[in-house]
Structures are given as structure tokens and as C-alpha cells.
């Protein structure tokens, strides 16, 4: 039987915020240091910024940009990464057990920013492990404070005379996590993060400010967490945040192809914890959602080497660098399904990371920059998945899995651009080994023509892309797709994301 869905544009989700595309860069591995950063690469420009990858950045829509971490903020001393290069210090990075050399610092991640272009936006994480609310405000002077003061006048000295501007901003990491440096209960960083939220709007009131959630939804202190957090912080932040990463486990492929529903189970259990703190709280406030790190991560492989040898103290190593797969794009698909779908609380979120670290684009130091499979399906969303969400309601043929048990094979969701009226619809097959027929009806949509129908499927799910065979993988063209009579049909491939283009 053919997965069957409707859409009516009466029935919006909401509108995507364009910091839905947002992705990171941390001080982890080669994600800065001959990832977006190699002075010595032949296309290095005059700052030092390789353009091979600038022009892949550019292509992949990426708009927010997190930095300086991850698990590295919670050692960050941000005045060690500013003013003369030669003078700044090489320290040793505990989340990473590396050696940070201050080389990229926060005058060059903001540069880095105008070059990517006018969408990039940063969002700056603060120190709330070894640190607190005087260097979080020391922070906040020399970057976005005019002049006229100790800390604005020095970046100034150090040669940028504009303020950073900086207004989306992480109150610390992943403080619930136990291998966070300065890792604290949910009472603890509840009043930290307020105490700081406080501090940094006696600044500037109009900061944009991120409270930081849960690691992962299978963290023993989810739920309650947030919960006690947000009680102490419900009327100082704006966002509370998520970070979810997936893998298959012991060969479960279905169940890694279902990633999707733990992740929407996620987004809707953190919605329902704030609506019930501002239940609470007679508050008419929303808290929304800022899931700034998703993705695929073989987080097995990396606690394999956690804590080897190999990983004494070096500069820029080889770290979390993924290789990612056609099964591994599908299932990234499928997430930004997830993320779009919830579009109306959702309203940051970070694909983690850009460079090399669980990354769309892999380098190599003086040699090519290429894009993973994952590439696509981003640079696709980012491109097409702007407008308003239009509410999907599948029904589908359904498959059974370990995890999640019964299942829809169809993920979807579309989008639709309110200027032009063209509706995108992006969908996931989720059986490994069948197409899935797929019938929408349109309801008051003026849509006459099938503009393309793009797909990233692959006789082998475990195809990548790899320096020596870069363009192994990439997205093609799928005939026989039609629109008649207010119906678009289609057959999506086995294993594939697919993008279907209305006008
Ligand atoms: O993105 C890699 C790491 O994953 C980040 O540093 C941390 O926040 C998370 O655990």
C-alpha cells in the first residue's frame, strides 16, 4: 500500500527560523586547525582561512555558527585567544586532552563569520565550568561593548574597532554531564546560569540567552533537570537546549533508521517540561528550543580511544573524524525531518560539527576538501526548507524495530515558500529493502508542476565519499514523479532521502 499524506496550507506548523541551519565549530581535533583554519594551505587568504573550505561553507547554507565549544568552553579563557598571535599562551585542553595553541581566537571566529557571508550569525558559549559571572561579563564588555571602557578599548588596541555584536549566547555546556569540567547537580548551574543571565542583561538587555538542557534524552537526570533549571531561570533565557547524536547499535539498522522518533520524542518532552514550569509559573513567557548539536556520531569508536595514549597533549589530532555513509546520510535526513517538523519551537538549532569533527566537510592538511554524504541532505534543507512548515500526517505502511517498536517507513515533512507558493517535500524510506509508493493530496495549493525530484540513495548504504574517491556518492535525478489532478505521486527508493520540489 502506497504511505499517504495531505497538505493544506491551512495547516501550518509555523515558519522556519533561519537559524534552524545552524552548525559549530569547537576547539576539538582539526575542526579549527586545518579545518577552516591552515595558514600554510595553498588556498589559504591573507587571515589564514583555507577558501577551499570557505566555499563549501558557503554552499551548505550554514547560517548561526556555536563556538568555542563543546566540552572545550568549560576551559576556555577567552583573553588567552585574543590580541597579539605570538603572544598568546599554549594550554592544555582537558575535554580534549590536547594542546590549544590560541592561534584561532575569538577575533578570528568573528572574521571567519563575515567571510562565510551576511547569513552567518554568531553564537557565543561561555565558560561555566572553571568560570563564572565576572569573566562572563569581562567576555561580553571586550566584545560587544563600543568603547570608552578597559575591555572594549583593548580589542579595539587589538585591532577591531567594531564590537562584535554578539547576541544568541550559551550560559556553559552540557553541565549535566559528568566529563564536563566543572560539571554541576541541576540546583547548582540553575543558579549560576541565572545569577549570569542576570548579570549579562544589566549589560544589555536584549541578549538572546540559551540555558543548557540535557546531554542526551537518556541522561539519568533528564526531565528533572530542565525542570529545576527553568524553575530558577524561566523569566532571564530565551532558549533551553538539546543535543541528541545517533548511531546503530550491535547491527540494529532498523532501529538506527527509526533515530528520528527518539529524537521527536526528545523535542516534545523538553516542550512539554517548559509549558509546565510556565504553567507554574502563571508565566505567558515560551521558552524555545535550541537543539545546537545533532548529528551521527559512532560515539563507540571514540570511547575506544577516549583515553589511549595517543591522545597525550597533541596539537590539531585526529579526532571524531567520521566518515559517513549513505545509511548514515539517510538517517541525517531524517533528522533535519525532525527538526523542521517542530519548527514552531525549534528555533536554533546546530548541526554539530562543520569541519572534520562529525562533520559535511572533510580536509586533508595541505591537500583536497571534499563533502560527505551528509553534505546534501543539508545544503538541500537549508536551500529549499525556508518558509512555513505545513503539517504532515503519515499514513504509512509501517516496519517493526527493537528500539521503537512499529514504525512508519515514511518520515516527511514540507515546506513552503509563502512568496512564490512553491512547496518542497522532504521524505525518508526508511525500509531497507523496498520502494515506498507515495501519494499526496494538495489541498488549495496552486501547484501545477513537479520542478524536480532529488534523491540520495545507493545500491550499497555503506558508500562514502573519501579522498580518494570524493564525488563517490552524491544526490540524483528520479524520474516518473507527477502531479495530476491535485496528486503528486512517487516512488521513493529503498534507504533514501529524497527532495521533491513543487511550483
Ligand atoms: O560535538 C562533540 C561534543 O559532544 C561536544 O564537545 C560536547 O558538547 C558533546 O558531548
Redesign the pocket.
Known amino acids: 500500500a502506497p504511505a499517504r499524506f495531505t497538505l493544506d496550507p491551512a495547516f501550518a506548523v509555523g515558519d522556519v527560523n533561519p537559524r534552524l541551519f545552524g552548525s ?1 565549530v ?1 576547539h ?1 581535533g582539526r575542526c579549527v586547525y586545518t579545518g577552516i583554519y591552515e595558514p600554510d594551505h595553498p588556498s589559504a587568504d591573507e587571515s589564514g582561512l583555507r577558501t577551499d573550505v570557505l566555499e563549501l561553507i558557503r554552499e551548505l547554507g550554514v547560517t548561526t555558527i556555536r563556538y568555542p ?4 568552553v568549560s576551559g576556555y579563557k577567552w583573553e588567552d585567544s585574543v590580541g597579539p598571535v605570538d603572544e598568546r599562551p599554549r594550554r592544555l585542553d582537558l ?1 580534549w586532552r590536547s594542546t590549544e595553541t590560541n592561534r584561532f581566537g575569538l577575533s578570528e571566529y568573528i572574521a571567519f563569520l563575515k567571510k562565510v557571508g551576511p547569513q552567518a550569525e554568531p553564537m557565543m558559549a561561555i565558560n561555566l565550568g572553571t568560570r563564572g559571572v565576572a569573566e562572563a561579563l569581562e567576555l561580553q564588555e571586550y566584545a560587544n561593548h563600543p568603547a570608552g571602557t578597559a575591555l572594549s578599548d583593548l580589542r579595539v588596541a587589538h585591532g577591531d574597532k567594531d564590537p562584535f555584536g554578539i547576541r544568541l549566547w550559551c550560559l556553559g ?2 553541565m549535566d ?1 559528568p566529563w564536563q569540567t566543572g560539571h554541576k547537580t541541576a540546583d547548582e548551574y540553575g543558579r549560576l546560569a541565572a545569577e549570569t543571565a542576570r548579570a549579562m542583561r544589566q549589560i544589555d538587555p536584549e541578549l538572546e540567552l540559551v540555558a543548557c538542557g540535557s ?1 542526551s534524552q537518556a541522561m539519568p537526570t533528564f526531565a528533572e533537570w530542565e525542570a529545576k533549571v527553568l524553575a530558577e531561570t524561566y523569566d532571564l533565557v530565551d532558549y533551553i537546549s538539546l ?1 541528541a547524536y545517533y548511531q546503530p547499535h550491535d547491527g540494529d539498522i532498523d532501529s538506527f533508521l527509526a533515530s528520528a522518533v527518539d529524537m521527536e520524542s526528545f523535542i516534545e518532552n523538553v516542550v512539554a517540561t517548559c509549558d509546565h514550569i510556565g504553567a507554574r509559573l502563571k508565566s505567558k513567557k515560551k521558552i524555545n528550543l535550541s537543539f545546537d ?1 545533532w548529528n551521527v556520531w559512532y560515539t563507540t569508536e571514540w570511547h575506544e580511544i577516549e583515553n589511549s595514549a595517543a591522545r597525550d597533549w597533541a596539537e590539531a589530532p585526529r579526532l ?1 573524524e567520521n566518515n559517513y555513509s549513505v545509511l548514515d546520510a539517510v538517517v541525517f535526513g531524517s533528522l533535519l525531518i525532525a527538526l523542521l517538523r517542530h519548527a514552531d519551537r525549534v528555533t536554533v538549532a546546530c548541526l ?2 562543520l569541519v572534520n569533527v ?1 562533520a559535511p566537510i572533510l580536509t586533508e592538511p595541505g591537500g583536497p576538501a571534499w563533502k560527505q554524504t551528509t553534505f546534501f541532505p543539508f545544503s538541500q534543507a537549508s536551500r529549499y526548507g525556508r518558509g512555513q512548515v505545513l503539517d504532515v500526517r503519515v499514513d504509512s505502511p509501517t516496519y517493526e524495530t527493537k528500539k521503537f517498536g512499529s514504525v512508519p517507513l515514511l518520515h516527511a515533512t514540507a515546506v513552503r515558500d509563502p512568496e512564490t507558493g512553491a512547496v518542497t517535500v522532504f521524505a525518508v524510506n526508511r525500509s531497507q529493502t523496498e520502494p515506498l509508493p507515495l501519494e499526496v493530496a494538495l489541498n488549495g495549493l496552486e501547484l501545477t508542476n513537479v520542478v524536480e525530484h532529488m534523491a540520495l540513495a545507493d545500491a550499497d548504504p555503506e558508500a562514502k565519499n573519501t579522498v580518494d574517491e570524493p564525488e563517490r556518492v552524491t544526490p540524483h535525478t528520479v524520474t516518473g514523479t507527477a502531479l495530476q489532478d491535485g496528486t503528486l505521486t512517487a516512488t521513493l527508493e529503498p534507504l533514501s532521502w529524497n527532495v521533491i520540489r513543487l511550483a
Open positions: 559549530f569547537e576539538l565549544g563543546g566540552n572545550f575535554a555546556n552540557e554531564g546531554s543535543h548539536e571524531l554539530a560539527q562529525i
